[in-house]
Nanobody, 122 residues
Framework: QVQLVESGGGLVQAGGSLRLSCAASGRTFSSSAMGWFRQAPGKEREFVAAISWSGGSTYFANSVKGRLTISRDNAKNTVYLQMNSLKPEDTAVYYC???????????????WGQGTQVTVSS
């Protein structure tokens, strides 16, 4: 399995930007699809973005398209989530996840990080 540690969360004003990082350990990172999910208080965990093992395919939730980008550096065992034009409704704990297939379904991911808090103030 892959061990994942997120970083880069924080407090930002609406319209601002943050870049989340997810550092992975384990030999299977470069062959794993990676995803970002988020969970706001009282809500279910929801899909945000995903990227294939090669980085050649990316997927985004409709709510973040055009504002967020996902990328990966297999040499550094790291996946990134660049978040621009942030809105208060983006406030949540953001989790990265690894799995065998690129998908929007949380249960298909086999490894999860501990999460990082993103708070967007209005």
């Amino acid at each position: 399995q892959v061990q994942l540690v997120e970083s880069g969360g924080g407090l930002v004003q609406a319209g601002g930007s943050l870049r989340l990082s997810c550092a992975a350990s384990g030999r299977t990172f470069s062959s794993s699809a990676m995803g970002w999910f988020r969970q706001a208080p009282g809500k279910e965990r929801e899909f945000v973005a995903a990227i294939s093992w090669s980085g050649g395919s990316t997927y985004f939730a409709n709510s973040v398209k055009g504002r967020l980008t996902i990328s990966r550096d297999n040499a550094k065992n790291t996946v990134y989530l660049q978040m621009n034009s942030l809105k208060p409704e983006d406030t949540a704990v953001y989790y990265c996840a690894a799995g065998p297939l690129v998908t929007t379904t949380p249960r298909m991911f086999t490894s999860w990080g501990q999460g990082t808090q993103v708070t967007v103030s209005s």
